[in-house]
């Protein structure tokens, strides 16, 4: 299912794109952002749960998912350089399962660990700390799958995801409940919250449904994209 | 041996037709695929290698289809024009990369064994970033042949090699040929296709122009009547003397000079020098107004 060399490449190629610095800058505002906090310890604002969870999941998490998600496989499209991905007899499930592999490992290294050394920063937050540590690792599996589907959709993935990120999970899912039931924020605040419950962290989803609902729409992207990918076309130059 | 069948084969994009109802054989052995910018080459070697869907007809490789079937790759090598490889690999990474996706049993040997065919052994532990345009040709082409494919489409393989090169891989491309492999390769360069295929399937505007041995379409191409544009001291002098000869198909006065169209190419410019200098008339320009491969194209397809 999953192919090393593609995995090597792709860890290769992300890492050493210009772009992987991006990577770096949600988590590095996150853990600014608390040890600002800490120090000023302002007073009668809970602002872990706040800071950490929703805006932590609606737009430090995605911005970082999709940076990397639609950069394992559009990159190579963009270029050209998936044919010689393409034209070998590897299956183009294994491509896009193997993509989708790096995606969710890179965005956990590089906004779930964070996350979890920002919750150990925050006072008194040691539990909460764990617990979105788990839900942004479900957060990385599930944006991944919805950046890698985009990639392959698109040739302009980022401004989706830019819009996606900004309207959607951003604003959207916070202000209007009934959106809340398509927000991969959501979910992963869903899951934080049954590990370690806090009003604070505003989840408007439990368990189950977060699980079931982040379980669909990764199984269905990824459905997606493979069927995309089978398909996938180099268009020559119309005489 | 392989045989790739087209079988009325057709592919638009939008209302845009890119390839008009094809019908062709390519066997073993060079086979040049010759034409101008936008003919349609680039679609048919991506329908070939499985990258594209005829929008009609039937296109197979030894009788399977190639749209939607990965197992084809195990015979079929392609090296693509756009020199995008992954830059930050050696080249020897980038072969031996390419022969375990191709489950090869002994991967590092294959990838020796392509890399000493393209003569790219001196460079390949250099990244694949510091190479010559030429050098990523030659390493995209070892990837392509690393599983030892019985046919190989190459798309404008020659371009941005130094003439060096160039011959390399000719010799390279014709050795294949001989070997019984099926060799397909598009160019716009017409010198390129004489040089090194016997057969060439001559593309115009999305239809297949000619098709067959290069020397009878060669003679084709050069049997035509030239136009040539022509200034002297004394135009309509020049233009009398030009009237009788039996090469001359007519000759016109324009505001910017003589346009004479002949049929034989070598004697007319033979003979201008000669009537001029008899004539007493000074040349001050001479000009083919159709050498481009467009108007010759389009003469085939006019024929």
Not at chain 1, 48 to 75: K, Q, R, Y
Request: hydrophobic fraction near 50%; proline fraction near 4%.
């Amino acid at each position: 299912m999953l192919n090393p060399v593609i995995a090597g490449i792709t860890v290769r190629a992300t890492l050493g794109r210009r772009r992987a610095l991006l990577f770096a800058i949600p988590a590095v505002v996150l853990i600014v952002l608390t040890v600002v906090l800490r120090a000023t310890s302002p007073t009668g604002v809970v602002w872990p749960a706040n800071v950490l969870g929703t805006f932590g999941f609606s737009v430090l998490l995605p911005l970082t998912a999709l940076i990397i998600g639609t950069g394992v496989l559009g990159a190579e499209i963009d270029d050209g350089s998936v044919v010689h991905l393409l034209a070998t007899p590897v299956r183009r499930r294994d491509v896009i399962l193997t993509k989708f592999a790096v995606a969710a490992g890179l965005t956990a290294l590089f906004a779930a660990v964070p996350e979890l050394v920002a919750g150990l920063l925050a006072p008194n937050s040691g539990k909460l700390a764990w617990a979105l540590f788990v839900g942004a690792l479900v957060g990385s599996v599930v944006y991944s799958a919805v950046f890698v589907l985009a990639s392959v959709l698109t040739t302009r993935a980022i401004a989706f995801g830019l819009l996606y990120v900004a309207i959607w999970e951003g604003v959207l899912s916070n202000l209007v409940g009934g959106v809340r039931i398509l927000s991969i924020a959501h979910y992963a605040l869903g899951v934080a919250n049954a590990i370690y419950p806090d009003q604070d962290l505003q989840a408007g989803l439990g368990l189950p449904t977060s699980l079931i609902l982040g379980t669909v729409i990764t199984l269905g992207g990824l459905y997606l994209a493979i069927r995309r990918l089978q398909t996938f076309s180099l268009t020559g130059d119309p005489a | 041996m392989s045989v790739i069948e087209f079988r009325n084969v057709s592919r638009w994009y939008g209302n845009v037709v890119a390839v008009n109802d094809i019908t062709m054989d390519i066997g073993p052995g060079v086979t040049g695929l010759l034409g101008p910018n936008g003919a349609g080459k680039s679609t048919i070697l991506h329908m070939i290698a499985g990258f594209l869907a005829p929008s009609k007809g039937t296109l197979t490789l030894d009788g399977a289809a190639t749209w939607r079937n990965p197992e084809v790759y195990r015979r079929l090598g392609l090296v693509p024009e756009r020199d995008s490889v992954y830059a930050f690999l050696t080249g020897a990474q980038f072969v031996t990369a390419t022969a375990k996706l191709h489950k090869l049993a002994d991967p590092q040997r294959s990838a020796a064994w392509a890399i000493g065919l393209t003569e790219m052994a001196e460079a390949q532990d250099r990244k694949i970033a510091t190479y010559s345009k030429g050098m990523r040709q030659r390493i995209k082409v070892a990837a392509a042949l690393v599983h030892d494919p019985q046919i190989l489409l190459l798309d404008e393989p020659f371009n941005g090699m130094d003439p060096r090169q160039r011959l390399h891989m000719m010799d390279l491309l014709s050795r294949l040929g001989d070997e019984g492999r099926t060799i397909l390769f598009s160019s716009h360069i017409l010198e390129e296709v004489e040089r090194l295929s016997g057969t060439i399937q001559v593309m115009v505007a999305g239809r297949l122009a000619a098709s067959g041995d290069f020397r009878a379409i060669r003679r084709l191409m050069t049997s035509r009547p030239h136009v040539f544009r022509v200034r002297t001291t004394d135009d309509r002098r020049l233009a009398a003397a030009l009237v009788g000869r039996d090469y001359t198909h007519a000759v016109e006065l324009t505001g910017k000079g003589l346009q004479v169209r002949t049929s034989d190419f070598g004697a007319f410019c033979e003979q201008i020098a000669v009537i001029t200098r008899d004539e007493n008339i000074r040349l001050t320009e001479l000009l083919p107004t159709d050498e481009s491969l467009e108007s010759v194209f389009g003469y085939l397809i006019a024929k």
